[in-house]
T-cell receptor
Framework: ELKVEQNPLFLSMQEGKNYTIYCNYS?????LYWYRQDPGKSLESLFV?????AVKQEGRLMASLDTKARLSTLHITAAVHDLSATYFC????????????FGKGTSLLVTP | EAGVAQSPRYKIIEKRQSVAFWCNPI?????LYWYQQILGQGPKLLIQ????????DSQLPKDRFSAERLKGVDSTLKIQPAKLEDSAVYLC????????????FGPGTRLTVT
């Protein structure tokens, strides 16, 4: 069974600060995804990481993938209140029909 | 391009009642997924269809849950009878095909079982 662990599960940070969310997964996967979910809303795709060493950036968020360590990071630079949300990482695998296996999510609160 | 549509958006039922959810995937998407998201957790796959065939239903509680995608387009997920622990958001997602294409999620149906 493919397991995905995120940490921290809860994160409160001040505006302007930097922080990193970590995502570990247990077995080889084909792709790693980062999603954002606002309260009461569905999942919004942020990044899809395909290969070892992949790095993608969008605004204040940057995601990276190390397939050898089975680790992805989501780095937040100079946080702003609008980034407050829950962030999920997920991996897929051809052995499971490419269905997504999600972590428990990181609930991020950015305060003034 | 229209996204994944789901209805209803909210449903409140009593335990032991039945309920059905509907999903219309993005046009042309062959693969359809139903996920269950319990409050405070990540989504968990219930069932996956490729056209009108089931790819994976290993995590579907088949004693009470059923799903179909008869014409390979729309899908319905049914719970009968519902239990308190079925309270969750039910998310439908679709992708172009099985081969690792990105999944697009619908708005979800929030079910409360009292």
């Amino acid at each position: 069974e493919l397991k995905v662990e995120q940490n921290p599960l809860f994160l409160s940070m001040q505006e302007g600060k930097n922080y990193t969310i970590y995502c570990n997964y247990s077995t080889t996967s084909d792709r790693l995804y980062w999603y954002r979910q606002d309260p009461g809303k569905s999942l919004e795709s942020l990044f899809v990481l395909l290969s070892n060493g992949a790095v993608k950036q969008e605004g204040r968020l940057m995601a990276s993938l190390d397939t050898k360590a089975r680790l992805s990071t989501l780095h937040i630079t100079a946080a702003v209140h609008d980034l407050s949300a829950t962030y999920f990482c997920a991996v897929d695998n051809s052995n499971s029909g490419y269905a997504l296996n999600f972590g428990k999510g990181t609930s991020l609160l950015v305060t003034p | 391009e229209a996204g994944v549509a789901q209805s209803p958006r909210y449903k409140i039922i009593e335990k032991r009642q039945s309920v059905a959810f509907w999903c219309n995937p993005i046009s042309g998407h062959a693969t359809l997924y139903w996920y269950q998201q319990i409050l405070g957790q990540g989504p968990k796959l219930l069932i996956q269809f490729q056209n009108n065939g089931v790819v994976d239903d290993s995590q579907l509680p088949k004693d009470r849950f059923s799903a179909e995608r008869l014409k390979g387009v729309d899908s319905t997920l049914k719970i009968q009878p519902a239990k308190l622990e079925d309270s969750a958001v039910y998310l439908c997602a679709s992708s172009l095909d099985l081969a690792g294409h990105e999944q697009y999620f619908g708005p979800g149906t929030r079910l409360t079982v009292t």
